[in-house]
């Protein structure tokens, strides 16, 4: 039988192993940009085209290379940064494993123009899929240009996995915000399609990270410093108050190169205990610098994965200093638990239309014409669907009152007594009971009406049993379908402003709410760019009633739509989603039995009822049958 074992050509092998470091064209910024850094570059251009797809180039003004070198490295594991294997234990460089240009120069068609100082002319290398074109001495300025065009040229499946231009454009974005934070002393530009993106002069690490946040994070910032004979921690903390619901501006730097570490985050978690309301996180951009035998970043080709020789100490290091941090600047627990951080909404009835007053009569609180609860609900055109649903709903409750009495008391029904008192909680009932005592008839007369626990969940008495149904991710459900039904089939109208409102919002978010912008002007909200990074609200939806300041709804929509990118979903299912997760109530927000009684009504009308667009259960049923075993065992 013939050998079968062969070793594979250069180009596939080159291909293969380029896999592994060019993922994506955020990659081959992330390498060039290190590379400039590591050349002793005082000012760095980053161009990018098409969200780097057509053409990512990097110009800096570094040392520069010489003739050979210039042809060396490209080669496979060519590099100036180590030696011997002993180097890997000391690297103080952003790159040494000389892998970058090599894996570039195998996907994609590369120029390099460079120059020395001491050098007259400089030199041109042209690279196509791993074959050198021209080799030529060539005029241009001290320093490396480099032009990486066609990523994936020759590598067409690898080409068609790549994400849409908005997708890759951020995570360029994130390669660069985190090499430009990581050095605030050298000029970063990146300019996208002919359009200057960040503009970033030299300074201080509080002025970079003002820069590329926005000029808003100036004020959630607080100083970190801690020193040792072992480790020192500097950099910036965010105030507790200003955390948020989703990931995003949290870095951590060791020796100046950033990391990705779920351990250094649980530091800082803890040393926010008792700060932080569930769920949310609070901004940081944190410095650890140590002697490099401490630490191995061999890990991993991206070099974002590092191994620290003792990590508890660490852990307790940075937690320490976080927590100092905090109390040197007295944060203390100022938050509202009972309502969500940083997303602060309109009530339910500022929002969409004016809330029953709860001392009226029963009469008029069971008149639906009197209660608006969620937006503008769009006609019916799918051939009553919706009322389908809601009376096949409804036979759940059918038979219920059978066991109702409609016991009266001085005239007043049950129903009418416990409108008047209006919402009905676990705590409040029981907590005005001392005794069992059935003399109001408050235990043995059946309440039909819902009620609500703690202002999170809603009662709703079915005949086998009752429903314990989530207000907030049934509303996100209702919201949803009605915002994505306008964006299918209908537009919303718009109340114009007396005075547009301009709304400001950092370089990262601009891109992504101008392709947005249509999605959000068919619901209604009439937003316009200005000038780049300054967009003006021309008008609200006609039906809107809220009191969010529109800074802070264009804030959090783009919050949530940015969380959604990478999940597989359409632009209008993202736009739908994200909006719905902005205007749904709160939990801690008391509801009027009306609106709850239309909450339930709505929800159960929509095409998919049990889970909200994020997934969470909008409701559990509870049998009786279930609870009479709970109570016999």
Known sequence: MADVIQLLPDSIANQIAAGE?????????????????????TSIKLIVKEAGKTLVQVIDNGCGMSETDARMCFERHATSKIR???????????GFRGEALASIAAIAQVEMRTRRQIDELGTKIVMEGSELKIHEPCQCVTGTNLSIKNLFYNVPVRRRFLKSNTVEMRHIMDEFQRVAIANP?????????NSEVFHLPAG??????VGIWGTNVNKKLVPLTEETDVIKIYGYVGKPEFSKRTRGEQLFFVNNRFIKSAYLNHAVMAAYEDLLQKDTYPLYAIFIEMDPDRIDINVHPTKQEIKFDDERLVYNYLKVAVRHALGQNSITPMLDF??????????????????VNQNQSAGSQNSNSNSNFSAPKPADTSGGRDNN???????????LEMFDDDETEGGESIEDKENNEGSITIESAWSNVPEMDDSEKSFSANQKSPYQIHSRFIVSHIKSGYLLIDQQAAHERILFEQYLFMLKDQQAPTQKELFPKPVTVTPLQAPILREILPQINILGIDIQEKEEGLFVIHGMPADWRGTTDEQKLVETLLQQYESNLDLDLGVD?????????????????SLTIPEMKELIDQLFACETPFKSPFGRNCFITYDLDELDKMFSS
Do not use: C
Not at 185 to 193: G, K, Q, R, V, Y
Not at 204 to 209: D, E
């Open 21 to 41: 470091v060019i993922q994506r064209p955020a990659s081959m910024v992330k390498e060039l940009l290190e590379n400039a850094i590591d050349a002793g570059s």
């Open 84 to 94: 011997e294997s002993k180097d890997l234990f000391a690297i103080r460089t952003m």
């Open 204 to 209: 201080n690490l509080r002025q970079r990270l």
């Open 573 to 589: 299912e993202k736009i739908a989603s994200s909006m719905a997760r902005s205007a749904a109530i709160k939990k801690g927000q």
């Open 338 to 355: 009972d309502r969500e951080v940083g997303l602060s909404q309109p009530t339910l009835a500022s929002s969409y239309g004016s809330r």
């Open 185 to 193: 002393d050298i000029f970063f530009s990146l300019h996208h399609n």
């Open 389 to 399: 649903n809601l009376k096949n709903w409804r036979k759940l409750y059918d038979g």
